[in-house]
């Protein structure tokens, strides 16, 4: 038998033994993606798991509070409907609140972006001790926000404090100055904490960046004659920029939220005068005992988070492309 | 393949393992009756104490097992108000605002847990100051009462020999002393326990807080009483300097150090300052009055609330009287620098320790907190967020008690 003879495959033959590939293959993939997606569940159940108990039960739970009619000492005794919110939103405190919370959040965020850049060019530049400092830097971020805000009460105790005996010893003020006693140097005192420990980690943030650009991109800028200001305005802002939205980001959150500060700092006070929303979801609830009006503060105030967050996510729609 | 499968089954069973292990405490097993306590901690000595209690219980009683779970004041509220909520309630409870936890009948009254004769011991206007809706829902478990403290020393130094017996004398004291060289009276108004100071003003000037049913907050009496504490401040400036964001804690503090005349102080005070290595020779009288009124002192009693859902009643009072047997509950409240409430107790105490007689003599006329009222805690935060700015003279006295009143009659 010559080989002639042997059939010859004809186009039909050659398609359906390739469909049966493709379709032995589809279906060898298919049951691989089949057994991969029962293992990922698998693997990531046990995250998922723990973040429905830890994250969205409470929500749940929280949202549920908040529409409910919660007796004094905290007993659930039904749905009443807005009630809370609308008794929230009568107190004659809460207007200036919220003043408060965006005097706090601005002031903070601002003012750390606004350090957090030089300090990180800084950092990024070439000088004996970089290492030194770079640690020095961490030191505030890596200290616990209770502690750096006790230091800090001390540091200003009216009595007691280092800072008033020292301007006194040094003949500056005659007699100690109330660091805390009202509301425009409370403030000043809450702003100048709340700015120094979240300083060091926005720092990381850009020097992170700034470590990434190549030196090559300023060395062909020198070659084209740019001076630094050009270099910095046409190379370091626009490779840091997704970084420095991230801090932005970052900070919005958790100077938003920040608890511990204020609280051990001025605890809301003179007065109410430096609660901000998230510092009166605690007083409302284990202080007034008002536990249905405290829950429905919480809604609103992660409503209030999740719309700034999202402006600032909109108006900045390049950095975030670059995140993606 | 069947390693990550391998894998992913040993770590899906652990996880599995440490969920279940967290459900099987609190079963109860073999007929031991176990019941739940909670006790703030007042001092270094409350946990060693209770934990002795508790053993020298357990060794008596081998049927009845306690959990002790001591806590830290500041976390005490929020314990409570999550077991309410959870309905995890413990079976006894130290704690002062019962009266809501009664209000939602959590609690069970005095005599389903405790001996005819135990609760006869007990002072009477102690009990009656834990009833609510006519039921003695708040156990009296221990006081404390506070008083005029004066520094006798810095007394003589400014040619004062007798402590002020009425607001005019008390402002006269305080500015001898002032031109001596020291801050007459220590009064902190930040955020604090103003209701403490308010107390002690307006019920020496024949003003209450409740009337009956009705809150009296904003009668003449207590806006009287609010614009003296702060003509201490701002007309006769005998006051230390700093109060606005001083607590109670900073001018006992001072006064522990000789920086101030004068104080409202409490039987606990004089345990607390030597601790701290304090030198100051300590004179007590009643708080001032405004010469219209007996003088009265402020007491602040913490009551044992046994609650409703508990499945041991029986274990309850048995534990219940082991507490409060004379030997060991003076221990505990010598250790605690705080005053029984039951009578055998004070007698053993003020024969150990003289300088708590005249605290439990104060005791026996002092006046109580509106505790018996649900929405006391409420008022209580708001007088001590608000009533700072009316005595640093930022606000009107009238005002802020105005918008108390309209405050309690709301809730």
């Known amino acids: ?324 | 393949m069947y390693r990550t499968y391998a894998r992913t089954a040993a770590i899906l069973g652990t996880a599995a393992l440490a969920l279940t292990g967290c459900s099987t405490a609190g079963a109860d097993s073999s007929g031991t009756a176990e019941i739940d306590i909670i006790v703030p901690i007042y001092s270094d000595a409350t946990q060693p104490f209770w934990e002795g209690l508790v053993d020298d219980f357990e060794s008596e009683h081998d049927d009845i097992k306690v959990n002790l779970q001591t806590i830290a004041f500041a976390d005490l509220t929020q314990e409570v108000n999550t077991r309410v909520s959870t309905q995890q309630t413990p079976d006894l409870l130290v704690y002062s605002d019962f009266a809501a936890l009664a209000a939602d009948d959590l609690l069970l009254p005095a005599e389903d847990v405790l001996p005819a004769e135990l609760l006869s011991d007990m002072q009477p206007n102690l009990v009656s100051a834990g009833e609510y809706d006519g039921q003695k829902y708040g156990i009296p478990f221990l006081a404390s009462v506070r008083a005029l403290f004066y520094n006798k020393a810095l007394f003589s130094a400014a040619g004062l020999t007798e402590p002020p017996a009425t607001w005019d004398e008390l402002i006269a004291a305080g500015q001898k002393l002032v031109a001596s060289g020291v801050p007459g009276y220590g009064l902190a108004y930040g955020t604090t326990e103003l209701d403490a100071d308010l107390s002690a003003y307006m019920w020496n000037n024949g003003g209450e807080w409740k009337d009956g049913d009705a809150w009296t907050i904003d009668a003449p009496e207590n806006v009287e009483a609010l614009s003296f504490l702060s003509s201490l401040v701002n007309e006769y400036g005998i006051t230390q300097p700093g109060g606005a964001s001083a607590t109670r804690n900073d001018v006992w503090q001072l006064f522990g150090q000789g920086g101030v005349g004068m104080v409202q102080g409490a039987n606990f005070l004089p345990t607390l300052l030597q601790a701290a290595g304090s030198t100051v020779d300590i004179g007590i009288a009643p708080m001032p009055t405004s010469g219209d009124a007996d003088p009265v002192s402020l007491a602040v009693e913490d009551y044992m609330l046994a609650f409703r859902s508990t499945q041991h009643p029986e274990a309850v009072r048995t534990f219940l009287s082991f507490v409060y047997a004379d030997e060991s509950y003076s221990d505990l409240m010598t250790a605690e620098g705080m005053l029984p409430v039951t009578q055998s107790a004070q007698e053993i105490i003020a024969e150990r320790n003289p300088a708590q007689a005249p605290f439990i003599d104060l005791l026996q006329t002092a006046k109580f907190y509106p505790t018996d009222d649900p929405t006391w805690p409420t008022i209580r935060s708001e007088v001590r967020t608000t009533l700072g700015a009316a005595i640093a003279g930022t606000t009107s006295a009238e005002d802020e008690l105005a918008s108390l009143q309209s405050l309690a009659e709301n809730r």
């Open chain 1, 1 to 324: 038998m010559s080989v002639g003879t042997r059939p010859r495959p004809t186009t039909r033959m050659i398609a359906s033994t390739a469909d049966d590939r493709v379709r032995a293959h589809q279906r060898a993939v298919t049951r691989r993606s089949r057994r991969m997606a029962v293992q990922h569940v698998l693997w990531l159940g046990p995250a998922l798991f723990a973040i429905a108990a830890v994250v969205l039960y409470p929500i749940v739970e929280m949202v549920r509070t908040s529409f409910s009619d919660v007796s004094l000492s905290g007993v659930i005794r039904g749905f009443n409907g807005v009630d809370n919110y609308a008794d929230l939103f009568r107190r004659p405190e809460f207007t200036a609140i919220l003043g408060q919370t965006a005097l706090w959040v601005s002031t903070v965020v601002i003012g750390t972006i606004a350090l957090a850049w030089p300090l990180a060019l800084l950092l990024n530049a070439h000088f004996p001790g970089r290492r030194a400092v770079r640690y020095a830097v961490l030191i505030p971020w890596a200290t616990a926000l209770s502690v750096s805000a006790l230091i800090f009460q001390w540091m200003f105790n009216y009595t007691y404090g280092v800072v008033n005996t020292t301007l006194i010893q040094l003949g500056l003020i005659a007699s100690p100055i109330d660091w805390f006693g009202d509301s425009t140097s409370a403030w000043t005192m809450l702003i100048i904490l709340g700015i120094f420990v979240s300083v060091p980690f926005s720092t990381y943030i850009i020097l992170g960046a700034l470590q990434s650009i190549p030196d090559e991109l300023y060395e062909a800028a020198r070659l084209d004659g740019a001076g630094p200001i050009r270099s910095w305005m046409s190379i370091t802002l626009p490779m840091a920029r997704t970084s420095t939205f991230l801090a932005v980001v970052l900070n919005l959150i958790g100077v938003f939220n920040s608890f511990a500060l204020i609280w051990v700092l001025t605890g809301g006070g003179p007065g109410r005068s430096t609660q901000t929303t998230f510092t009166f979801i605690y007083t409302l609830a284990f202080g007034s005992q008002a536990m249905g009006e405290s829950a429905a503060l919480s809604v609103v105030n992660i409503l209030l988070l999740g719309g700034v967050i999202a402006i600032v996510l909109v108006s900045n729609r390049k950095a975030l492309e670059d995140l993606r």
